[in-house]
């Protein structure tokens, strides 16, 4: 029986509103340290305890008198405006008054603050109201957060946050179990858009687990003065946050004008793994559009940017297994508009409304960029832009296209660039005048994560688990042929082998009656069909030394890798997961910007690659924790394994997409030297034994570089009486 509509309980509806503004303990450590940036403070001092989804933070901002402190948190209160028409030209943070509402209901809130030149220090336990802190009063706060009051001529605010989610126990749990490293970046990535903003303010984040008594440093925002330039300061807000994660004379200064906009900001020489150093800031807000973002990611990745690097390894790959990206930070500073504001309850900007502008003068700005270090020529850059995938939907109007004919008319403004000398390797700060551009807004797309197919490769399909899809064929309409081969692992369970062709290829005749009416002529690829048998039978040796932990591995010695702290985050938590695959290792913490990892063991046939090659083992190791984190690689659950699933029974193609990239080329170079080759003469006999063990393959189709192994080439029709 339906129940009638009522309104949801208050107590209910406080406690799921309250979820969107402190979804998690780093966006509530946002909105507060937002809140001291705000109010001035030129010192913001930040303690995390991770153990009990605590915090405080300490500011030296105008502070809280005793009136507005009985009314803070309350919904919907604040000082940033008053009507609407305030948004247009609001410069805070803050606006809506809902962040320490929605804080206090999930948490418990205490707050202590005093405004300069005034003798008393407040404090408030929500939600009860504010009483004086004096030198006889216990603040109802655990001790470990040091609550103090300040002198006459002093003010500021300490903002203590205990036990997050404490009445969502659920959710709770959930946040608990949230890796580290993932907290970690999200508060960098939070902090370093207030850093870009707001480089001056000396910005400290420690965290701790109070039952074990040790603190360790975030970060420190250190080393940024008055006299350095805009792009100085952010590359050194970038260091302070992430750690040494490139060196500083690989990042370039980029800056364009166009009327009332302005891009400015830096884009790194070199590539790095991590795709998350990425950030596009619009008046202070982060823009977030992924589509836009890996766009220009595109960009970058079409002129094979950062690949020039690779060829200074010892250690070569096959092909590019290894991906890398551009780090960049771009402040977009343009006519603010309030819908902007009103788009993201944390602030960002979704959608701008100057897109059609904002958009095609940062893609000038990033050609420019790949033009002055060499990786398009002064012609390219004036060429139309890449027709690309791009998910996001573009309006056709006569009035949008009219506006982006504009901005192409209109983008000859003078750009100031990184460029490089390439005789005396120094970088020097130049002009450029850009000519007529031909950009066209509605060409921008988002290119596609996985690389294009072939068109026959996609018709080759396999399915591992369901062998019963047969081939499919399409008619046209005039002749009735077969124009289309769709062919499925079951076509090779009935098939007859002729004889080898050309000394490169079998031709083989399946004739499944069951799944199609004639049967057909195949031509197989020798090399690409032995390729792949080998490889296969590498991968299942491979997992089954892993299931049985029977890996052969070799110690190292005096095997020290730099790394910056944002990476030892991501190594020491995928420490066990790495084990699983013979490679031990240890994190030493160094500095504030870098940071040891001591590779101790590699199983052998890693070890033998390495062969001493510290770059290429950092950038393989990288790789796979990089793709962990980015679910493009799947942890391997061994205990699962064990326990339920014998070793005669192991499918271990199932498990494949959990093998790391290094061990991936590895094999696929194993299996491509050791493969007969094209040239190579074999018998009827050899040929049978060939295409025998492929038709026993789980994928018998692309070779162990993906190419095809097969190809349809006619049907055998019955000759009519």
């Given at each position: 029986m339906s129940r009638k509509i009522e309104k949801l309980d208050s107590y209910v509806l406080k406690r799921l509103k309250s979820q969107i503004y402190a979804s998690s303990l780093a966006s509530a450590v946002r909105e507060i340290v937002q809140n001291s940036v705000d109010a001035h403070a030129a010192n913001i001092n930040v303690m995390i305890d991770f153990s009990d989804l605590s915090f405080a933070v300490y500011d030296d901002g105008t502070g809280v008198s005793r009136s507005d402190l009985n009314i803070l948190a309350s919904q919907n209160y604040t000082s940033k405006m008053c009507k609407m028409t305030d948004l247009a030209a609001i410069k805070t943070y803050g606006y809506r008054g809902d962040a320490l509402y929605s804080i206090s209901n999930v948490s418990k809130l205490f707050i202590c603050s005093k405004i300069k030149d005034y003798n008393s220090t407040w404090m408030r336990k929500f939600p009860s109201k504010s009483v004086m802190l004096s030198e006889n009063t216990e603040p109802p706060v655990d001790p470990f957060w040091k609550v103090h009051s300040w002198s006459q001529r002093e003010s500021g605010t300490i903002v203590v946050v205990e036990e997050m989610l404490h009445n969502l126990p659920v959710r709770r749990s959930i946040l608990k179990e949230e890796p580290l490293f993932k907290t970690f970046n999200t508060l960098k990535t939070d902090m370093l858009q207030i850093l870009v903003m707001h480089p001056m303010v000396s910005l400290n984040v420690r965290y701790t687990e109070k039952l074990r008594g040790q603190t360790e440093v975030l970060f420190r925002s250190r080393n940024i003065t008055e006299g350095l330039t805009k792009h100085q300061k952010m590359s050194q807000a970038l260091r302070n946050v992430f750690g040494a994660i490139i060196p500083p004379d690989m990042l370039k200064k980029v800056s364009l004008k166009f009327n009332d906009y302005q891009i400015e900001g830096i884009i790194s020489k070199i590539p790095v793994r991590l795709k998350d150093l990425q950030f596009i800031y619009i008046n202070g807000r982060r823009y977030d559009d992924n589509?836009?973002?890996?766009?220009?990611?595109?960009?970058?990745?079409?002129?094979?940017?950062?690949?020039?690097?690779?060829?200074?390894?010892?250690?070569?790959?096959?092909?590019?297994?290894?991906?890398?990206?551009?780090?960049?930070?771009?402040?977009?500073?343009?006519?603010?508009?309030?819908?902007?504001?009103?788009?993201?309850?944390?602030?960002?900007?979704?959608?701008?409304?100057?897109?059609?502008?904002?958009?095609?003068?940062?893609?000038?700005?990033?050609?420019?960029?790949?033009?002055?270090?060499?990786?398009?020529?002064?012609?390219?850059?004036?060429?139309?832009?890449?027709?690309v995938n791009h998910s996001q939907t573009v309006a056709t109007s006569t009035s949008r296209q009219s506006q982006v004919s504009k901005c192409d008319r209109v983008l000859n403004s003078k750009m100031k660039v990184a460029r490089v000398n390439l005789y005396q390797e120094r970088s020097a700060v130049g002009k450029f005048k850009i000519s007529k551009s031909t950009i066209n807004y509605e060409r921008i797309k988002k290119i596609r994560l996985d690389s294009q197919k072939s068109s026959l490769q996609s018709k080759l399909s396999s399915d591992h688990y369901d062998v019963g899809i047969g081939i499919t064929r399409d008619y046209d309409n005039t002749e009735n042929s077969l124009t289309n081969f769709s062919i499925s692992r079951s076509v090779l369970a009935d098939y007859e082998v002729i004889n080898q062709v050309?000394?490169?290829?079998?031709?083989?005749?399946?004739?499944?009656?069951?799944?199609?009416?004639?049967?057909?002529?195949?031509?197989?690829?020798?090399?690409?069909?032995?390729e792949r048998i080998r490889l296969e039978d590498l991968l299942h040796n491979l997992l089954t030394d892993v299931l049985t932990e029977t890996f052969i591995t070799q110690d190292l010695t005096n095997c020290f890798i730099e790394i910056d702290r944002t990476e030892a985050d991501l190594f020491k938590y995928y420490q066990r997961e790495f084990k699983k695959w013979g490679i031990i290792y240890e994190t030493i913490n160094g500095t504030l910007e870098a940071s040891l990892l001591q590779i101790k063991t590699l199983p052998e046939i890693l070890a033998s690659k390495y062969n001493g090659d510290k770059s290429y083992l950092k950038m393989v190791l990288l790789q796979h924790a990089n793709d962990l984190k980015d679910f493009k690689k799947l942890p391997m659950n061994l205990p699962y394994l064990k326990g339920n699933i014998p070793i005669d029974k192991f499918y271990w193609w199932k498990y494949s997409s959990c093998v790391p990239t290094v061990f991936h080329e590895i094999l696929n170079s194993k299996a491509c030297r050791s493969a007969i080759m094209f040239g190579d003469e074999l018998s009827r006999q050899e040929c049978v034994i060939l295409i025998g063990k492929l038709s026993k393959c789980h994928n018998p189709f692309q070779c162990a570089h993906g190419r095809p192994s097969m190809v349809p080439i006619a049907e055998l029709k019955q000759k009519e009486c």
């Open positions: 589509a836009f973002q890996e766009y220009i990611d595109s960009l970058f990745r079409m002129q094979d940017f950062g690949n020039n690097n690779l060829n200074l390894l010892r250690t070569k790959s096959v092909g590019k297994p290894y991906r890398s990206h551009p780090l960049f930070i771009l402040d977009v500073q343009c006519p603010q508009t309030v819908d902007d504001l009103l788009q993201d309850p944390a602030k960002n900007v979704i959608k701008p409304s100057h897109i059609r502008t904002i958009e095609p003068l940062i893609v000038k700005t990033v050609r420019s960029f790949l033009m002055f270090q060499g990786y398009l020529s002064p012609d390219q850059l004036n060429e139309s832009l890449e027709t050309d000394n490169k290829f079998v031709l083989i005749r399946c004739s499944d009656q069951s799944v199609y009416y004639t049967p057909i002529l195949i031509l197989v690829d020798q090399h690409a069909c032995d």
